[in-house]
């Protein structure tokens, strides 16, 4: 086994087969990161705070995705009970790590992009959450704005 410990942050876990992906603070103090769903670009905002990985509404066509009704009731970021579908089967791509068979919340991103865009922060297409970072073993480097996901 080779020693390691001479390595810094990302060598260590390039080493150790993961892929480094730039994050952008925004103005209201959230990352943002770009994703590729279903072979469509996305600007969303990395949360490690939400249980699932979310979309807006407004992005069903634009990502393609396949929605049905869902028993998930979606609180967060002010909101409370707002209605959500879910859809089942996707493609995610962050960087050069991919996921498919991703499963996504869709609910009504208004309240969120409203407080980005008064923040003059970019309106967002939805939010990652913590099931991508579990599921690509995710290590945040906040000083040097980094995600890592394992390969």
Do not use: R
């Not at 003059?120 to 599921?135: E, M, R, T």
């Amino acid at each position: 086994m080779s020693d390691l410990s001479h390595l810094n942050l990302k060598d260590f876990l390039l080493a150790k087969g993961y892929t480094k992906i730039k994050l952008k603070l925004t103005k209201t103090n959230h990352f943002e990161i770009k994703a590729t769903i279903n072979g469509v670009k996305g600007l969303f905002i990395l949360d490690t705070g939400a249980s699932s990985s979310c979309v807006g509404f407004e992005a069903v066509e634009t990502f393609k995705l396949k929605a049905k009704d869902s028993e998930i009731k979606a609180a967060g970021a002010g909101a409370t009970d707002m209605l959500t579908q879910i859809s089942q089967k996707n493609n995610l791509k962050i960087g050069s790590w991919k996921k498919d068979k991703v499963a996504l919340v869709l609910f009504n991103l208004t309240h969120v992009n409203t407080a980005l865009t008064t923040h003059n922060s970019q309106p967002v297409d939805g939010i990652i959450g913590a099931d991508i970072l579990k599921k690509g073993k995710g290590i945040i480097d906040y000083e040097k704005k980094y995600l890592y996901l394992k390969l």
